[in-house]
């Protein structure tokens, strides 16, 4: 298990207080967290030997992405596409275990961290996914054939690589609030749920059906509160994925990672 944080939370109104200190498990969501920072100008050392630094990070380097870890070095680090536990059931990443975002957005998400801690002490966030190779873009893409995503409903769950995610430009984010005893919060389904009930913008009819509890809102409300407070916008249907830019402005700015 990873060693995470987390603290109070209100939801919408309502005056009951739930703490941190008492969070709920959810399955398949943890595993243990590489947490091992490595700058731009050289392979971070470990007992004198040097950290072998995978060629998609390589290449982040190269287009000037930052490990976001060097920028804000209490935010948490797991990357799912760098395990099984995702929705392909592979690992897709091998030896990228740091997360790399354009240094723009590695400070807006600084910011994010600020706020959550500030407004919930213990806390913290939690990166299941960051920039994103466009070589990968096209495995997860051909992966909803296996799970028979109909081709027009693809697009609603990964972009089409033949356009780029805002993940292969470097300015999007997956990610979570972890606890202080290292469980991520739960949201009321894991990480790359396919469905309404991991939509943003139906949580409310999800909560009048009993489908997804207060509790479970009010923690993406305490994610997305922070997210939104530092300038990324929310995806309806991911309640993980946060935007730093929009497509248009992020192909104009930066080049695709492939």
């Given at each position: 298990?990873?060693?995470?944080?987390?603290?109070?939370?209100?939801?919408?109104?309502?005056?009951?207080?739930?703490?941190?200190?008492?969070?709920?498990?959810?399955?398949?969501?943890?595993?243990?967290?590489?947490?091992?920072?490595?700058?731009?100008?050289?392979?971070?050392?470990?007992?004198?030997?040097?950290?072998?630094?995978?060629?998609?990070?390589?290449?982040?380097?190269?287009?000037?992405?930052?490990?976001?870890?060097?920028?804000?070095?209490?935010?948490?680090?797991?990357?799912?596409?760098?395990?099984?536990?995702?929705?392909?059931?592979?690992d897709v990443y091998g030896d990228l275990n740091n997360a790399y975002l354009q240094p723009d957005i590695a400070a807006k998400l600084a910011k994010a961290s600020a706020a959550l801690q500030a407004r919930h002490p213990g806390c913290r966030l939690l990166v299941y996914d960051a920039a994103r190779p466009n070589a990968v873009q096209y495995i997860l893409w051909d992966a909803l054939d296996d799970l028979k995503i109909p081709v027009q409903q693809k697009p609603q769950y990964v972009a089409d690589p033949k356009i780029g995610s805002i993940h292969n430009f470097g300015c999007a984010i997956d990610l979570t609030v972890a606890d202080e005893k290292g469980a991520p919060l739960d949201m009321g389904t894991p990480y790359d749920f396919f469905g309404p009930l991991a939509y943003p913008r139906l949580e409310a009819q999800m909560l009048s059906k009993g489908q997804l509890s207060k509790a479970q809102v009010a923690n993406r409300t305490i994610l997305r509160k922070a997210m939104t407070q530092a300038g990324f916008s929310v995806n309806p249907t991911e309640w993980w994925h946060f935007d730093g830019m929009s497509r248009k402005n992020a192909k104009a700015r930066y080049g695709i990672i492939r």
């Open positions: 298990m990873k060693n995470h944080t987390f603290i109070a939370l209100l939801l919408l109104g309502f005056t009951s207080f739930i703490s941190c200190h008492s969070s709920t498990d959810q399955p398949s969501q943890t595993q243990d967290i590489l947490t091992l920072s490595v700058t731009e100008a050289e392979p971070a050392k470990t007992e004198g030997k040097p950290v072998v630094i995978s060629p998609f990070e390589e290449q982040m380097i190269k287009q000037g992405l930052v490990n976001l870890q060097t920028v804000d070095s209490t935010i948490l680090v797991e990357l799912k596409y760098s395990t099984t536990d995702n929705f392909v059931k592979k």
